[in-house]
């Protein structure tokens, strides 16, 4: 069973600074992992998507790696803003080989960016 | 539309009664997913629909679950005899095709309590 662990739980840094996010997994037969945002309340926002065969993705100040075979994502966040704070979701879908199911989350890290 | 769209935003309800809850995927999206998000807990996947067909049912914690989708479009998770456990966030989530690298959009969620 796929299980995903995204560390730390929770993250408090001033504005400004540039932060890493982690997600590790457990079944490397993954079809893509995908990075949200949640915020309090709302539904999630994908951030970034890294299928099976990419190494990394990049949005703006938000750069997504992946290595499949260790198993292990990190979420690259360059000058934090305010804006930023949410709680960050990793998410893996699994190739089930008869056909993707859902995806598998993560229980979030969440984030604080003081103004 | 536009979006994922769920309907109700927010529902009370009391113990024992059924309760259904709606999703209008994105048009033109053939795959058709249920997350259950518990105060503290993770997103739990229920059920993925890929047309009106739903391949993986094996997410729903009981048999008084279920979720029909017609049309290849409008989905509906019914609860029967809801009990408190079942007090969520139930978001549905949809994508253009299942069993690809495609990206996972998500609506705004069903905030389920029961009293």
Known sequence: KQEV????AALSVPEGE??????SFTDSAIYN??????DPGKGLTSLLLIQSSQREQTSGRLNASLDKSSGRSTLYIAASQPGDSA??????RRNSGG???GLTFGKGTHLIIQP | GAGVSQSPS?????KGKDVELRCDPISGHTALYWYRQSL????EFLIYFQGNSAPDKSGLPSDRFSAERTGGSVSTLTIQRTQQEDSAVYLCASSLVA????????GQGTRLTVV
């Open chain 1, 5 to 8: 662990t995204q560390i730390p």
């Open chain 1, 18 to 23: 540039n932060l890493v996010l982690n997600c």
């Open chain 1, 33 to 38: 992992l995908q990075w949200f945002r949640q």
């Open chain 1, 87 to 92: 709680t960050y979701l990793c998410a893996v």
């Open chain 1, 99 to 101: 056909g993707a199911d």
């Open chain 2, 10 to 14: 927010n529902k009370v309800t009391e």
């Open chain 2, 40 to 43: 503290g807990q993770g997103l």
């Open chain 2, 99 to 106: 069993g690809v690298n495609t990206e996972a959009f998500f």
